[in-house]
């Protein structure tokens, strides 16, 4: 298979329509078919069911899309890494989780910038799972997770603890003597989905099971604005607030029959990755 095949693979699994795929490409339909059927014939399975008007994938070409959008990004990750040595002699690739970047990964970037001038650096801001796959899969040196990786030939280590604190808008808190677990089941609550963690597994049990929330996002800094502008609640990591709420903006509720858990950041990279480095920012000019 080569990389024209898997793209018109990947860009036909979206358009879902032969003739939309050629133009929105400027290839002939003919070599859109072609490269398909090549493609199928390599693989020896069919990747589409083919309707008068669209396809769909079928269940090996659900399985195998991954795949080909994998191989595309492990292809585009080396040629940027090669390109770098031509001016950097030193490369990072970090992954991070959106809750962990502006608390973590942030000012070790600047620090990192600002004392060096031969060092490259790629952030790729995700979730923890797609994250820890990208780590496996080379495209990323170290990662920042909120779960944990168990795995040979991997470090994980517990890069801080925090906890996740109650917000509201600073003069609009309800509970000024704190908020019960019946009363909490019943606010107006913005959800941040912290996905596999303790503390989004904790959060989600507080609810009934098919609770629609006001606002649900899986970028917790995102939430940050509506809770300044008084529109509901949210636990969120104190890390992240913590200047919000000594600047007066939001408030913490205090929790009266009940208690959050802490909040791990993980930091996640391979056994032999001098890890260090980066974190104590050692380089030589």
């Given at each position: 298979m080569n990389t024209e095949e898997l793209k018109t693979f990947i860009y036909l699994s979206k358009v879902k329509n032969f003739t939309l795929c050629?133009?929105?490409?400027?290839?002939?339909?003919s070599t859109v078919t072609n490269r398909i059927s090549e493609l199928e014939k390599e693989i020896g399975r069919k990747l589409f069911n083919r309707g008068s008007k669209a396809v769909a994938l079928t269940e090996a070409g659900e399985i195998f899309l991954r795949y080909a959008e994998r191989i595309l990004e492990l292809q585009d990750t080396s040629i940027e890494e090669m390109n770098a040595l031509s001016s950097h002699s030193r490369k990072f690739s970090?992954?991070?989780?959106?809750?962990?970047?502006?608390?973590?990964?942030?000012?070790?970037?600047?620090?990192?910038l600002k004392n060096n001038h031969i060092t490259s650096i790629k952030v790729t801001l995700g979730h923890s799972l797609d994250l820890?796959?990208?780590?496996?899969?080379?495209?990323?040196?170290?990662?920042?997770?909120?779960?944990?990786?168990?795995r040979n030939g991997y470090a994980c280590d517990i890069y801080d603890t925090d906890r996740v604190a109650l917000v509201g808008k600073k003069g609009c808190n309800e509970f000024p003597d704190g908020i019960t677990k019946e009363q909490f089941a019943k606010l107006p609550y913005l959800m941040c989905d912290f996905t596999l963690s303790d503390a989004g597994m904790f959060i989600r049990?507080?609810?009934?099971?098919?609770?629609?929330?006001?606002?649900?996002v899986d970028n917790s800094s995102k939430l940050i604005p509506y809770l300044e502008n008084g529109i509901g609640y949210s636990f969120l990591p104190y890390k992240l607030v913590k200047d919000k709420l000594d600047n007066g903006t939001l408030e913490e509720i205090s929790l009266k029959d009940f208690s959050a858990p802490s909040v791990n950041t993980y930091l996640i990279y391979r056994q032999n990755y001098d890890v260090k480095r980066f974190l104590e920012n050692k380089f030589d000019d």
């Amino acid at each position: 298979m080569n990389t024209e095949e898997l793209k018109t693979f990947i860009y036909l699994s979206k358009v879902k329509n032969f003739t939309l795929c050629a133009e929105q490409l400027f290839i002939a339909q003919s070599t859109v078919t072609n490269r398909i059927s090549e493609l199928e014939k390599e693989i020896g399975r069919k990747l589409f069911n083919r309707g008068s008007k669209a396809v769909a994938l079928t269940e090996a070409g659900e399985i195998f899309l991954r795949y080909a959008e994998r191989i595309l990004e492990l292809q585009d990750t080396s040629i940027e890494e090669m390109n770098a040595l031509s001016s950097h002699s030193r490369k990072f690739s970090i992954g991070a989780i959106n809750a962990t970047y502006e608390v973590y990964v942030k000012p070790l970037v600047d620090e990192c910038l600002k004392n060096n001038h031969i060092t490259s650096i790629k952030v790729t801001l995700g979730h923890s799972l797609d994250l820890i796959q990208q780590l496996q899969d080379n495209m990323l040196d170290m990662v920042f997770s909120a779960i944990p990786l168990k795995r040979n030939g991997y470090a994980c280590d517990i890069y801080d603890t925090d906890r996740v604190a109650l917000v509201g808008k600073k003069g609009c808190n309800e509970f000024p003597d704190g908020i019960t677990k019946e009363q909490f089941a019943k606010l107006p609550y913005l959800m941040c989905d912290f996905t596999l963690s303790d503390a989004g597994m904790f959060i989600r049990s507080l609810f009934p099971k098919n609770r629609i929330f006001r606002l649900e996002v899986d970028n917790s800094s995102k939430l940050i604005p509506y809770l300044e502008n008084g529109i509901g609640y949210s636990f969120l990591p104190y890390k992240l607030v913590k200047d919000k709420l000594d600047n007066g903006t939001l408030e913490e509720i205090s929790l009266k029959d009940f208690s959050a858990p802490s909040v791990n950041t993980y930091l996640i990279y391979r056994q032999n990755y001098d890890v260090k480095r980066f974190l104590e920012n050692k380089f030589d000019d």
